[in-house]
Antibody
Framework: QVQLVQSGAEVKQPGASAKVSCKTS????????YHWVRQAPGQGLEWMGI????????SYAQRFQGRVAMTGDTSTSTVYMELSSLRSEDTAIYYC????????????WGQGTLVTVSS | QTVVTQEPSFSVSPGGTVTLTCGLS?????????PSWYQQTPGQPPRTLIY???TRSSGVPDRFSGSILGNKAALTITGAQADDESDYYC???????????FGTGTKVTVL
């Protein structure tokens, strides 16, 4: 079973970008798809997108199109999520989640990374 | 935009049974949406309970079960325990531009 360890909390100014990392271990990096899910304070879960490390392909939720980029580094077994043009509404915990390919559910969750957007 | 609705809250007595549902704003939920369910306690990441409608994730007690009830996905807790007091979210694979949508979440209180 894959383990996911995310980078630490960040504070960003409005208009800046945030890049969250998620280091995987315990299994082959390319054996999973990787999703990003976020949760604003006191709110529900929101799917942001998916990254396939085998071919680098991505699919993003429509509301994040043009503002999010999900990438991976096979040499370090790490996936990244970068969100640009940050606004206060982007303050949230961002979770990296692994999916066994084509099973269509969120199997292994990272511990989450709090990104705070504040001036 | 697809909206997935859940009851905002439920209260259940210890040992009781509660059924949470997960509905679609546009149509019926079926197995092709691969419904899954997640439990979340404060300050923790979600924990996977059920996937593919009715398959329990590893280590999940059999008092949790998933199904399709009418036109919705459902999660039933049979013999509720105090530590089942959590937020519960469903997720559906809807395809299209936004592949997955989470439900609005249900807060379950055991008292």
């Amino acid at each position: 079973q894959v383990q996911l360890v995310q980078s630490g909390a960040e504070v960003k100014q409005p208009g800046a970008s945030a890049k969250v990392s998620c280091k995987t271990s315990g299994y082959s990096f390319t054996s999973y798809y990787y999703h990003w899910v976020r949760q604003a304070p006191g709110q529900g879960l929101e799917w942001m997108g998916i990254f396939n490390p085998t071919d680098g392909s991505t699919s993003y939720a429509q509301r994040f199109q043009g503002r999010v980029a999900m990438t991976g580094d096979t040499s370090t077994s790490t996936v990244y999520m970068e969100l640009s043009s940050l606004r206060s509404e982007d303050t949230a915990i961002y979770y990296c989640v692994a999916e066994t390919p084509a099973t269509k559910f969120f199997d292994n969750w990272g511990q989450g990374t709090l990104v705070t957007v504040s001036s | 935009q697809t909206v997935v609705t859940q009851e905002p809250s439920f209260s259940v007595s210890p040992g009781g049974t509660v059924t949470l549902t997960c509905g679609l704003s546009s149509g019926s939920v079926s197995t092709r949406y691969s419904p899954s369910w997640y439990q979340q306690t404060p300050g923790q990441p979600p924990r996977t309970l059920i996937y593919n409608t009715n398959t329990r994730s590893s280590g999940v007690p059999d008092r949790f079960s998933g199904s399709i009830l009418g036109n919705k996905a459902a999660l039933t807790i049979t013999g509720a325990q105090a530590d089942d007091e959590s937020d519960y979210y469903c997720a559906l694979f809807v395809g299209g531009g936004t592949l997955y949508v989470f439900g609005t979440g249900t807060k379950v209180t055991v008292l």
